[in-house]
């Protein structure tokens, strides 16, 4: 089955620190990968997908095939990045996302 | 533009109620999507739909049902709440397959 881990529940970390969210998956054919975020008591928002190669609020992600993975980078963290984040992988012929459990992302001052 | 909206945002419902949460979406999308959020657990797909008149099951059916009669509105019923049931609940729907989904603002139930 298709699965989507993220093996980190909580990442804290200092402002101006680095940021490495891991997410891994597996699926052997080709995914589409996707970064969700969620501040606190709103709604999930879009952060970023791996097709379109772009970078949102500073965060960047590459797939990596051979390593199944799809980690969510930022070089300097801020305060107002703190939040849940959640990698999930839509499939070729599938109209479903999947998503990880989350990892929540608490940047201290 | 109200993109997608969920209703009530809050419920306290007592062992074996009944109720029915609405979304509704104004992006002409084609796609919509129940699902729970539970803590350590992620977001659990409960059921979807491809286009108006059709549904189908996600990983987390049972004790649901859900309607697509028109395109704009997704409907997620629970014919006799448990207290398993107690979660927080997402809508989100998107235009194509290959899009990103656009979520309502959540639906806090509690069942006691």
């Known amino acids: 089955a298709q699965r989507v881990t993220q093996p980190e529940k909580l990442l804290s970390v200092f402002k101006g620190a680095p940021v490495e969210l891991k997410c891994n998956y597996s699926y052997s054919g080709s995914p589409e990968l996707f970064w969700y975020v969620q501040y606190s008591r709103q709604r999930l928002q879009l952060l970023l997908r791996h097709i379109s190669r772009e970078s949102i609020k500073g965060f960047t992600a590459d797939l990596n095939k051979g390593e199944t993975s799809f980690h969510l980078k930022k070089p300097f963290a801020q305060e107002e990045d703190s939040a849940m984040y959640y990698c999930a992988l839509t499939l070729d012929s599938s109209y479903k996302l999947i998503f990880g459990s989350g990892t929540r992302l608490l940047v201290r001052p | ?112």
């Not at chain 2, 109620?17 to 999308?29: K, V």
């Open chain 2, 1 to 112: 533009n109200a993109g997608v909206t969920q209703t009530p945002k809050f419920r306290v419902l007592k062992t074996g109620q009944s109720m029915t949460l609405l979304c509704a979406q104004d992006m002409n999308h084609e796609y919509m999507y129940w699902y729970r959020q539970d803590p350590g657990m992620g977001l659990r797909l409960i059921h979807y739909s491809v286009g108006e008149g059709t549904t189908a099951k996600g990983e987390v059916p049972d004790g649901y049902n859900v309607s697509r009669l028109k395109k704009q509105n997704f409907l997620l019923g629970l014919e006799s709440a448990a207290p398993s049931q107690t979660s927080v609940y997402f809508c989100a729907s998107r235009f194509q397959a290959t899009d990103g989904y656009t979520f309502g603002s959540g639906t806090r139930l509690t069942v006691v």
